[in-house]
């Protein structure tokens, strides 16, 4: 019985050292695939004025509805501290 419980930990422990690795790999390789771009020299130019369009051909600027979504999650994230149970445990 005891053979068996030693089997499975070892079992455990590999796997979880086996999951770290890959997960070691994958955050080293993101750059890495990221950062992969054609081998040409030449670079694609997207420009208004040189496809042959007149006039001013940006988007008009944005607004601050984004900046007021965040500050107010992060609003409500912070406040909820402020009624978390002073009793609980970390079993909860």
């Known amino acids: 019985m005891m053979r068996r419980m030693n089997l ?3 079992k ?3 796997l979880n050292v086996c999951c770290r690795w890959v ?3 994958a955050i080293a390789l ?10 040409s020299e ?6 208004a004025r040189i496809e042959g369009y007149e006039g001013n051909k940006t988007l008009p ?6 900046t007021w ?13 402020l009624f978390k149970d ?3 445990s970390h079993l909860d």
């Open 69 to 81: 979504i965040a500050f107010i999650f992060l609003a409500i994230v912070a406040c909820a501290g």
């Open 30 to 39: 993101a750059p890495a695939t990221a950062m992969a771009q054609k081998a």
């Open 8 to 10: 499975t930990a070892i």
């Open 86 to 88: 002073a009793k609980r």
């Open 12 to 14: 455990r422990r590999w």
């Open 61 to 66: 600027g944005g607004g601050q509805a984004l």
């Open 42 to 47: 030449e670079h694609d130019i997207y420009d």
């Open 23 to 25: 997960a070691v790999l």
